[in-house]
């Protein structure tokens, strides 16, 4: 297994470097930069005037941000700086580091992914077990049919229909802002609705294989009882295919949460990674989308860790894959 995770870790650092120099090439061969785009009205003197300094003042930055030197050279200052947290400040707030912004930012997103990925877990697995428990009768199509929709509906229109019931209907729940635990009810359910609904079918189609399989045959043959079936073998057996999509879904809402952010008007990643990519926030796009690219990769190998706990065969097999 140490083995397994060593690989999977130079995995990560060849793909943390192909992930920085891709995000560098496209952030320099996206139109304009941030002095061009302050400049736009009114050429360097209106940058000049938003921040309230001289034009000298002005290239004095473009030095310190090291804008004229080579794109290797600023390359690797930003993949350094990200990796020994050294990490500068951001062009369009200057006096505050990009790490002070992320640490102020970073753990709204991050409890908000987790508890929509907690939420949804416990959902899709509670429907997909009552589905497969009732195939085929009334219960299995109406479960089915609601996760059907679920899946078809994007985030951003189910967060729209909850703001509507729950904020401007009936005025249970805030819809905007962040000052307390109530305000993350609606964020969260619309990040976990549409993967409840994927979810919970590949749940309820694993969970029945699983039930149609021999040794669940033998079990019955041996006396077992539908408890020992279900809780004993059926959906330890299943999960194992249920984890295999809960990964992608976790890189999937992990980018997710930008819109939703938006929405509700959440102060998290969402605000600082807009505005730092439509105002050419060199630093701040760079170390935000590092960080995204490693907490994505990171959950990725825990996923994959998981595995091994829950099946055997893979703490046997030495996790060759």
Partial sequence: ML???????????VAFFAVSLITFILMKAAPGSFLAMNAYSGGVAAAATNFNVSQAVMQALQQQYHLN????????????SFVTLHMGTSFEYPNQETLTIIAQTFPVSIMLAVLS??????????????????????????????ATMGTAVPSYVVAVFLMLVFG?????????????????????????????????????????DTLHSDFIKTVLAKGGGMRQVMFGHGIRNSLLPFITVVGPQLAA??????????????????????????????????????LYAVVIMIMNLIVDLVYGLVDPRVRKTGYRS
């Fill in 117 to 146: 990925i907690i939420v949804a877990i416990v959902l899709s697995v509670s429907f997909g077990v009552l589905s497969a428990m009732r195939e085929n009768n009334w219960v299995d199509s109406t479960t089915m049919f609601v």
């Fill in 168 to 208: 401007v209907w009936t005025h249970w729940l805030p819809v905007i802002g962040y000052q307390g635990p109530k305000y993350y009810v609606l964020p969260v359910l619309a990040l976990a609705i549409p993967m409840i609904g994927s979810m919970s079918r590949y749940m309820r189609n694993s969970l029945i």
């Fill in 69 to 80: 030197d080579p794109w290797y050279v600023q390359y690797w200052g930003y993949v350094w």
């Fill in 3 to 13: 083995m397994y995770v060593a690989k999977r870790i130079a995995y990560i650092v």
């Fill in 253 to 290: 809402l992990m980018m997710g949460t930008v819109f939703i952010e938006q929405m509700f008007s959440v102060p998290g990643m969402a605000h600082v990674f807009t505005s730092a990519a439509s105002q050419r926030d060199y630093p701040l796009i760079m170390d935000s989308t590092l």
